[in-house]
């Protein structure tokens, strides 16, 4: 039996942009897939297919066991949606915007308004609550959408770079929220640039460039595939250069590395923080003085230039490290509700 999301060969061109490629998805019920890739992998694509906000060109999907292409209307009833960029009525209060999302999907008024509540106050939006959504600021807006795409407790989620834009504590409470959404049966496929976040909520991962799935697995067995974790050492005296490096050597799994001018070493190494702190114990017993020391996992990049040979910024269109400075053509407003029609 498929899973509560499921896609096949799924293929989306717009001109000569092939956004799909033949992507193929399959997220068990109850689960998180991240599906993760640089700007223009063919993420938020893949979403609208997924969303019956666009009709693929090929290819077949099931979401909440029911035909994407051949049903959507009934699909919409199932799902949730937060979209890349927020999709908030600005003139209506943050109370209001909720309130007008639980009324669209037919919550009754005193339903309605309680479950606005709860969601304000989860998403630390009580005190803006009464006032337009104009006034705020891009973090609370977001905060807005997703509480949104909650009001129905749907059974799929989709949530295309849920934590874009949001500071380091919103993103964490937003994990905290994804996390028992998920704890309650929810099936979710979230995108994200960030390694870090598809290792944290994601069971499974499908990196996804130029349209096609490149990898898949959990998030350490792609690590394990990119071999990137490393301990880097910054040692405080030149001359015990070499005694560090003889310390890590013991450590290491692989060459050490030394850039002169920083006094770092670097090393690769598995075995995580346990290991970080080994390592401090054998430089301390040794009197070797450390001014800084760190485990770096791998980061998206590191994936992508391992799976693919070339950096992820490389892809796309050239926009480089620059987010949300155009939306590729896609209209914002993504949000899934009754009636809507296919757009090509
Ligand atoms: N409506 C459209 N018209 C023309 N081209 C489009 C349209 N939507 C997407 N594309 C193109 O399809 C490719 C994939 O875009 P998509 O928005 O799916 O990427 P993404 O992975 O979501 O990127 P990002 O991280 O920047 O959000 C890009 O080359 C984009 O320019
Ligand atoms: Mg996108």
């Given at each position: 039996m498929p899973g509560a999301i499921y896609a096949e060969g799924l293929v989306k061109t717009f001109g000569d942009v092939r956004a799909?490629?033949?992507?193929?998805?399959?997220?068990?019920?109850?689960?998180?897939?991240?599906?993760?890739?640089?700007?223009?992998?063919?993420?938020?694509?893949?979403?609208?297919?997924?969303?019956?906000?666009?009709?693929?060109?090929?290819?077949?999907?099931?979401?909440?066991?029911?035909?994407?292409?051949?049903?959507?209307?009934?699909?919409?009833?199932?799902?949730?949606?937060?979209?890349?960029?927020?999709?908030?009525?600005?003139?209506?209060?943050?109370?209001?915007?909720?309130?007008?999302?639980?009324?669209?999907?037919?919550?009754?008024?005193?339903?309605?308004?309680?479950?606005?509540?709860?969601?304000?106050?989860?998403?630390?939006?009580?005190?803006?609550?009464?006032?337009?959504?104009?006034t705020y600021s891009g973090g609370m807006r977001r905060r807005l959408d997703l509480a949104a795409a909650l009001v129905v407790r749907p059974p799929v989620m989709f949530m295309d770079e849920p934590t874009t834009g949001l500071d380091p504590r919103n993103r964490q409470q937003l994990w905290d929220v994804i996390q028992e959404l998920v704890a309650g049966g929810t099936t979710l496929l979230l995108t994200t640039q960030y390694l870090e976040e598809a290792d944290h909520l994601a069971h499974d991962i499908a990196v996804v460039d130029q349209g096609r799935v490149i990898a898949r697995g959990t998030s350490d067995q792609l690590k394990a595939r990119t071999g990137g974790e490393r301990v880097e050492v910054v040692v405080h005296d030149r001359e015990r250069i070499g005694d560090a490096r003889a310390v890590l050597a013991?450590?290491?799994?692989?060459?050490?590395?030394?850039e002169e001018h920083t006094r770092r070493l670097t090393v690769p190494v598995s075995g995580g923080a346990r290991l970080l702190a080994e390592v401090i114990r054998e430089l301390d017993a040794r009197g070797i003085e450390i001014d800084d020391i760190a485990?770096?996992?791998?980061?998206?990049?590191?994936?992508?230039?391992?799976?693919?040979?070339?950096?992820?910024?490389?892809?796309?269109?050239?926009?480089?490290?620059?987010?949300?400075?155009?939306?590729?053509?896609?209209?914002?407003?993504?949000?899934?509700?009754?009636?809507?029609?296919?757009?090509?």
């Open positions: 799909l490629d033949g992507v193929d998805l399959d997220v068990p019920q109850g689960t998180v897939l991240g599906l993760l890739g640089p700007n223009g992998a063919g993420k938020t694509t893949a979403v609208r297919c997924l969303t019956t906000l666009l009709r693929p060109d090929a290819g077949r999907a099931v979401v909440a066991g029911v035909d994407v292409l051949r049903h959507p209307e009934e699909v919409r009833r199932s799902i949730g949606l937060s979209g890349q960029f927020a999709a908030v009525d600005e003139y209506l209060t943050g109370r209001e915007n909720l309130r007008m999302v639980g009324r669209l999907y037919q919550l009754g008024a005193r339903e309605a308004k309680a479950r606005a509540d709860e969601l304000l106050d989860r998403f630390h939006l009580a005190d803006a609550a009464d006032r337009i959504a104009k013991g450590f290491g799994e692989g060459g050490t590395a030394y485990l770096r996992r791998p980061t998206l990049d590191d994936v992508f230039i391992s799976l693919t040979g070339h950096a992820a910024a490389l892809n796309g269109e050239g926009e480089g490290g620059d987010r949300n400075d155009g939306n590729d053509g896609n209209d914002g407003n993504d949000r899934t509700g009754a009636g809507g029609k296919w757009s090509e």
